[in-house]
């Protein structure tokens, strides 16, 4: 039988980017850009991925991990100020059952001739079955991801 409980956790992670924050933004903003970085994760296959960045848009993820799991990501963008903050809620599910919703807000402040961005998660993680650990490797790998997406093309390593 599951435990059901709920278990409460947030995190904040900041990252420092060689770009102005309106490249920065348009990564996160490009659903071809946005795919690459984000949803593209290593190990995972069968990968999908649909975004429809605006106010009560939709963002989708889904790709089978090494251990034959399927994980889906379902957000709801819910606040937008170009070039400066994006909010979303967002539900995740293993093999179709849910093990997390959570709450994300992303700033991008101007930083000299780059970009502070800084992330804050509020996660409920249900049943046992996620905790903040993983979450927070997974996103912070995500976002030196990023950092990869942002530099030129021929320096690429995707």
Known sequence: ?????VDHDTFTLSRRYEFPPRTVF???A???AKRRWFAETEGFTDIEHALDFRVGGLESASGRAPD????TYDAVIHD????ARIILAYRMTMDGTPISVSLATVTFEADKDGTMLTY???DAF???LDNAGPRREGVAWQLEQLA???QPTDEKVH
């Open 1 to 5: 039988m599951t435990d059901r409980r």
């Open 26 to 28: 348009a990564a996160w």
């Open 30 to 32: 490009e659903p071809a």
């Open 68 to 71: 034959g799991g399927r994980f």
């Open 80 to 83: 937008i100020e170009e070039g």
């Open 120 to 122: 804050v998660e509020q």
């Open 126 to 128: 249900l049943d046992g």
């Open 148 to 150: 990869l997406e942002l």
